[in-house]
Nanobody, 125 residues
Framework: VQLQASGGGVVQPGGSLTLSCAVS???????MGWFRQAPGKECEFVAT???????DYTDSVKGRFTISRDGAKNTAYLQMNSLNAEDTAVYYC?????????????????????WGQGTLVTVSS
């Protein structure tokens, strides 16, 4: 199983980026998530989507970030708008083969079996 994250880069405050996570070797999954780790901080949940289409976001990105997926391409996306300096971090995508009764199960790091290598997002003027 391989998750390939891409799309990171340097963007000015207020700008936008779209991250992609291409999944190979995993025919099906129950949840896809994005996490991030800023310098000197712990890894934190950002967004998740379940196979049924439910989504959840951490409060700081609600209204600015959108998680989506393309089943045909087995790829998940994270559209990030109105970026600010606090969004600077390495972003990781992850896939879960575990079935939870609701979307909140996929907000935990421990819910995920497979992880991508991370892509760096830097928000700076």
């Amino acid at each position: 199983v391989q998750l390939q994250a891409s799309g990171g880069g340097v963007v000015q405050p207020g700008g936008s980026l779209t991250l992609s996570c291409a999944v190979s070797g995993l025919p099906s999954w129950y949840g896809m998530g994005w996490f991030r780790q800023a310098p000197g901080k712990e890894c934190e949940f950002v967004a998740t989507t379940s196979r049924s289409g439910h989504t959840d976001y951490t409060d700081s990105v609600k209204g600015r970030f959108t998680i989506s997926r393309d089943g045909a391409k087995n790829t998940a996306y994270l559209q990030m708008n109105s970026l600010n300096a606090e969004d600077t971090a390495v972003y990781y995508c992850a896939a879960s083969s575990q079935a939870y009764s609701n979307i909140y199960g996929y907000t935990r790091l421990g819910a995920y079996d497979y992880w991508g290598q991370g892509t760096l997002v830097t928000v700076s003027s």
